[in-house]
């Protein structure tokens, strides 16, 4: 039985890739793939869609989309002072699940099981015996860990903006906001990925670069073509289904997380990730996040991490455009803001339908 284990990164198109798999879990069982359950919510669902091809799986619940999410979020709190989030409810010890994606391998007999979950890139930071408790489970079956990574720039603020939709209160990344990635998993790939390979010793690894993802048409179509799994022709595939804020817009998040109430803040974010669709603001490939200092620093800090990536991986550089990282971008992310401010106060005046968040927009005001 082949074992594949999607370990992350996050903001790697890993949402996109959860959807397809349990919107997809009937064809792909009937194709000899299974996508495991690991809750009552899950099963029941899973059910419903074997026994009803017009069931419908367009917007399944999170613990069915996310299962293995909520697996790794349930190890890691029991395994830690981390809680498990709150949109993740009702859910069994990691234990009774791990039981029972193991039945479901027992009874169903699958060529291939699928475990997909972003939130396993924390485990070598957290507790690297939670990764000997996989090991142990899929320990004797044909095993391959995938993991996607973006270079460290892209990512950093891809990451950064996700902390600010979570509605984290943040220092910007032309500031202080940098220190805080340098130790993480989310900057130094190495502390997250060594352990997995030296406990998972012989697995297959298969690492993919972002960039490439993107140009091989997304990280489903990726993940078909280089998972080693037998995917069936023809399945669909959703679009987009984590939105972000823009470059351009995230200093406007990043104040409001500060001084509005937890949903005042919330609502202005689902406003700025929503209002491009109606307005014109610089493209976030224009806009520069960081700043010459701490690009220089960025590089220099990534450089012993960029060579061991292209050791274990037999390339000399895993991110082939890694240089372009340096470079700085031709907006100032002061800039951009400055640019789209006054169309996203008019915007919001019309659109944006809490108070208290179009009064912050209305008077909002860059620092000088």
Request: glycine share 6%.
């Amino acid at each position: 039985m082949k074992v594949i284990l999607f370990i992350g990164h996050h903001k790697v198109g890993s949402t996109s890739l959860q959807q397809f798999l349990s919107q997809n879990y009937r064809p792909l069982l009937q194709a000899g793939i299974l996508y495991p359950s690991v809750d009552s919510q899950g099963f029941a669902h899973n059910i419903a869609s074997t026994l009803d091809p017009d069931f419908d799986t367009t917007n399944l619940p999170i613990n069915v989309r996310e299962a293995h999410n909520a697996l790794a979020f349930k190890m890691l709190a029991e395994n830690s002072k981390r809680k498990v989030p709150p949109y993740h409810k009702n859910l069994p010890s990691s234990r009774q699940m791990l039981v029972g994606i193991k039945e479901q391998m027992r009874v169903l007999k699958p060529h291939t099981v699928i475990l997909c979950a972003e939130v396993f890139s924390n485990f070598a930071a957290a507790d690297r015996s939670l990764i000997k408790t996989l090991f142990d489970i899929f320990n004797g079956h044909e095993i391959t860990l995938t993991c996607t990574l973006r270079r460290p720039d892209e990512y950093i603020t891809s990451w950064q903006g996700q902390r600010l939709k979570f509605g984290q209160q943040l220092d910007s990344l032309n500031g202080a906001g940098m220190n805080y990635y340098f130790p993480s998993i989310h900057f130094d790939y190495k502390r997250m990925l060594a352990a997995w390979i030296k406990v998972f010793k012989g697995a297959n690894l298969v690492l993919r670069d972002y960039s490439d993802v993107l140009a091989s048409g997304g990280s489903v179509e990726d993940f078909i073509t280089h998972s080693g799994a037998d995917f069936p022709a023809g399945l669909p595939q959703s679009a987009n289904s984590n939105p972000s804020i823009p470059r351009a817009l995230m200093e406007v998040a990043r104040q409001g997380n500060h001084v509005l109430s937890d949903h005042d803040a919330h609502e202005l974010r689902q406003y700025l990730i929503g209002c491009p669709e109606r307005i014109t603001i610089p493209k976030n490939r224009d806009v520069e996040m960081f700043g010459a200092q701490n690009r220089d620093i960025l590089m220099e800090r990534f450089a012993p991490i960029h060579s061991w990536l292209g050791r274990i991986n037999n390339q000399k550089a895993f991110f082939a455009d890694m240089a372009d990282a340096a470079i700085l971008r031709p907006l100032p992310e002061h800039e951009a803001t400055q640019i789209a401010l006054p169309q996203v106060q008019q915007d919001a005046a019309n659109f944006l339908e809490n108070t208290t968040a179009l009064e912050f927009i209305t008077g909002f005001e860059l620092a000088k």
